[in-house]
């Protein structure tokens, strides 16, 4: 078990930039799949970027794919997400999740056993 706890999210234009970060303790960070989703009202929680124990490997929903990186630093615990030219369709609470023991990828929410208490990320138009 890891406690993950976001921050970074706030208010921002159209295509302006955020950087959220996901700090974690409590355990081996690196040997943690780590993955970012988001939930907007009356939505469902959906993926947006993972990475696995090493940070070589990266997958991102499409609908961010090109403005959107996630990253890590397992030597300080701590993982970010980096979003660009950022869209009102990007308005959302982001959660950071992590999944002890899986080395690739987890796109599907559940298959994450560790959650944050989410940071929200308001884009105006």
């Known amino acids: 078990q890891v406690e993950l706890v976001e921050s970074g999210g706030g208010l921002v234009q159209a295509g302006g930039s955020l950087r959220l970060s996901c700090a974690a303790s409590?355990?081996?960070?690196?040997?943690?799949?780590m993955g970012w989703f988001r939930q907007a009202p009356g939505k469902e929680r959906e993926f947006v970027a993972g990475?696995?124990?090493?940070?070589?490997?990266?997958s991102y929903a499409d609908s961010v794919k090109g403005r959107f990186t996630i990253f890590r630093d397992n030597a300080k615990n701590m993982l970010y997400l980096q979003m660009n030219s950022l869209k009102p369709e990007d308005t959302a609470v982001y959660y950071c999740?992590?999944?002890?023991?899986?080395?690739?990828?987890?796109?599907?929410?559940?298959?994450?056993?560790?959650w944050g208490q989410g940071t929200q990320v308001t884009v105006s138009s």
């Open positions: 999740a992590a999944e002890y023991g899986a080395p690739t990828v987890v796109r599907g929410a559940e298959g994450y056993g560790d």
């Open positions: 990475i696995s124990w090493g940070g070589a490997s990266t």
């Open positions: 409590g355990s081996t960070f690196g040997s943690y799949a």
